[in-house]
């Protein structure tokens, strides 16, 4: 992702069900900007048993030591799920005009993809009923936090 001009890469962190749980965006792609990411994901939510990447080299050696136990899986197919991941990301960038600068998408990134998750239930995965009542509780719940930051 181009940020005035400089090649930035958008570094995701997705669980199981598809929600984000950390994302970070660095100049960088490389042994050491994966390892300052996946420090701080372990720290957070722990060892993972299981680790998807895309191909990249580099991953191993970070993954190794701070998840030893973890099943590390680098194929072609396997991260589809991070990359779909990506799409509301790109569709609200381009919206935006692109990013300003690296400091304003990463504040931008972290809490859309936050919001996201609250009110874009998985609509595969429930009737319609259920999907109206999923986003009438999520609108409920921002209505509520908008209210206690206004107090």
């Known amino acids: 992702m181009p940020i005035n001009g400089v090649k930035h890469w958008l570094w995701r962190a ?3 069900n598809g929600d984000v749980l950390d994302i970070l965006i660095q100049p960088r ?8 990411f996946f420090a701080g994901l372990v720290a957070v939510y722990g060892k ?19 998840a030893s136990g973890a099943d590390h899986r ?3 197919g396997l991260n589809n799920r991070i990359a779909g991941a990506h799409r509301p990301t790109r569709k609200r960038e381009k919206i935006m005009g692109r ?7 990463q504040r931008f990134l972290a809490a859309h993809d936050q919001i996201s998750t609250i009110f874009r239930p998985r609509r595969y995965r429930v009737s319609a009923l259920s999907y109206r009542h ?3 509780d999520a609108f409920d719940l921002w209505d509520g936090y908008a209210a206690e930051l206004s107090a």
């Open 14 to 16: 997705i669980d199981a």
């Open 74 to 76: 680098a194929h072609k």
């Open 134 to 136: 999923a986003r009438a």
């Open 29 to 36: 792609r490389n042994a050491k900007a994966e390892k300052r």
């Open 99 to 105: 990013f300003k600068s690296p400091r304003q998408a």
């Open 48 to 66: 993972p048993r299981v680790v998807i990447t895309d191909k990249l080299r580099s991953y191993t050696k970070p993954i190794q030591a701070i």
